[in-house]
T-cell receptor
Framework: GIQVEQSPPDLILQEGANSTLRCNFS?????LQWFHQNPWGQLINLFY???GTKQNGRLSATTVATERYSLLYISSSQTTDSGVYFC?????????FGPGTRLSVLP | KAGVTQTPRYLIKTRGQQVTLSCSPI?????VSWYQQTPGQGLQFLFE???????NKGNFPGRFSGRQFSNSRSEMNVSTLELGDSALYLC???????????FGQGTRLTVV
């Protein structure tokens, strides 16, 4: 099946800093989503981005399907951005998730 | 528009017991998928239901089962609980399984 890698595994930032999270896939990308898991465990949809670039406030994402990777950009980070960020690709009949990037934003 | 609702939020059970978790999808969504999240294994797919039919199942023992009702609400059941079943169980709702999915807040199950 498809393998999903995420980097970096952990990231610590000062409030106001920018960051880039990366997701690599071993197979073709068709239904990629980015999620933020909050401290209470809920997965919050950030982007549904099988290709191209999307922006939502301080967050943006780019997927280059032909090269099998996606990037999530967080600008002017805030403490509320802390949590784990997952990318997932729909493969077969279910989402396959990456291991996540744990982001800690310090005040 | 209401989101995905999972109940209960927290549950403590004893080894050997059984448990039933519930998921109410977003109105109009017919696909409900279940995932287990543990620190060691990450997020793993359990099963997916569409229009009351289980269409796909992950690599979990038969103690894990589920069903979907005509109103698209879904339940999953775990029988003969083991300590290793302690996890966050997440339900995802989508119009069809290949479209954008939305997750509930999860049910955190602790088996003691």
């Amino acid at each position: 099946g498809i393998q999903v890698e995420q980097s970096p595994p952990d990231l610590i930032l000062q409030e106001g800093a920018n960051s880039t999270l990366r997701c690599n896939f071993s197979d073709s990308v068709n239904n990629l989503q980015w999620f933020h898991q909050n401290p209470w465990g809920q997965l919050i949809n950030l982007f549904y981005i099988p290709s191209g670039t999307k922006q939502n406030g301080r967050l943006s994402a780019t997927t280059v399907a032909t090269e099998r990777y996606s990037l999530l950009y967080i600008s002017s980070s805030q403490t509320t951005d802390s949590g784990v960020y997952f990318c997932a690709e729909f493969y077969g009949q279910n989402f396959v998730f990456g291991p996540g990037t744990r982001l800690s934003v310090l005040p | 528009k209401a989101g995905v609702t999972q109940t209960p939020r927290y549950l403590i059970k004893t080894r050997g017991q059984q448990v039933t978790l519930s998921c109410s999808p977003i109105s109009g969504h017919r696909s409900v998928s279940w995932y287990q999240q543990t620190p060691g294994q990450g997020l793993q797919f359990l099963f997916e239901y569409f229009s009351e039919t289980q269409r796909n199942k992950g690599n979990f023992p038969g103690r894990f089962s589920g069903r979907q009702f005509s109103n698209s609400r879904s339940e999953m059941n775990v029988s003969t609980l083991e300590l290793g079943d302690s996890a966050l169980y997440l339900c995802a709702s989508s119009f069809n399984v290949v479209t954008e999915a939305f997750f509930g807040q999860g049910t955190r199950l602790t088996v003691v």
